[in-house]
């Protein structure tokens, strides 16, 4: 059980595009998600905290109107990097959180490569 | 702030030979303690926690760790390396961010088990 799911797992566009990435909840309903950032051989970096139907919380230095997120139900968050920059190449990392469970479930992550 | 500090970038054990990986935690009050491991390009596994109860914590894989609040450490360990335990380790707190409970990672270990 606990399984989180990202589409894709990889993904290369050009610069001034904007990329969508989507975390799924498959056997849970995650009332909590994340999303991290990590840059190679980097720990992560937490972003933004989305709760089901509100909008999400985003980390000190984090530009929201650059990463969107969304989370529309108690099983999908999506963020979306818009117009996107080389330098917003990374490996970007969901978790969701059922409840007030203390645990966290990752998804595998995205690569992002911006050219 | 809550924070943990990892003070090796990498750890080499021999295969069969215990391993140790290090975790201290700068924290307030008492301490909520993770432990995750990934491979290469995929996302975070969760190994064991922390919250309260007995200081010798096991988890997943063979894992364990002990909670030693006078050290202020959260040591990984495992009496027997396996090759395919060569991984990159996180000792992970959980922290109040902008929007609740999150977790902030320390900057990782990497474990090397070599035949």
């Known amino acids: 059980g606990a399984v989180v799911s990202q589409h894709p797992s990889r993904v290369i566009c050009k610069s001034g595009t904007s990329v969508k990435i989507e975390c799924r909840s498959l056997?849970?309903?995650?009332?909590?998600m994340f999303w991290y950032r990590q840059f190679p051989k980097k720990s992560l970096m937490l972003m933004a905290t989305?709760?089901?139907?509100?909008?999400?919380?985003?980390e000190q230095g984090v530009e929201k109107d650059k990463f969107l997120i969304n989370h529309a139900s108690l099983t999908l968050s999506t963020l979306t990097v818009t117009s996107a920059h080389p330098e917003d190449s990374s490996f970007y990392i969901c978790?969701?959180?059922?409840?007030?469970?203390?645990?966290?479930?990752f998804g595998p992550g995205t690569r992002l490569t911006v050219t | 702030a809550q924070s943990v500090a990892q003070p090796e970038d990498q750890v080499n054990v021999a295969e069969g030979n215990p391993l140790t990986v290090k975790c201290t935690y700068s924290?307030?009050?008492?301490?909520?303690l993770f432990w995750y491991v990934q491979y290469p390009n995929r996302g975070l596994q969760f190994l064991l926690k922390?919250?309260?109860?007995?200081?010798l914590v096991k988890g997943s894989y063979g894992f364990e760790a002990e909670f030693n609040k006078s050290q202020t450490s959260f040591h990984l360990k495992k009496p027997s390396a396996l090759v395919s335990d060569s991984a990159l380790y996180f000792c992970?707190?959980?922290?109040?961010?902008?929007?609740?409970?999150?977790?902030?990672f320390g900057k990782g270990t990497s474990l090397l088990v070599t035949p």
């Open positions: 978790s969701a959180r059922a409840g007030s469970s203390y645990e966290q479930y």
């Open positions: 056997d849970f309903q995650a009332t909590t």
């Open positions: 989305s709760n089901e139907g509100s909008k999400a919380t985003y």
């Open positions: 924290v307030s009050g008492n301490p909520y």
């Open positions: 922390y919250i309260t109860g007995d200081n």
């Open positions: 992970a707190v959980r922290v109040n961010s902008n929007s609740g409970y999150a977790l902030n």
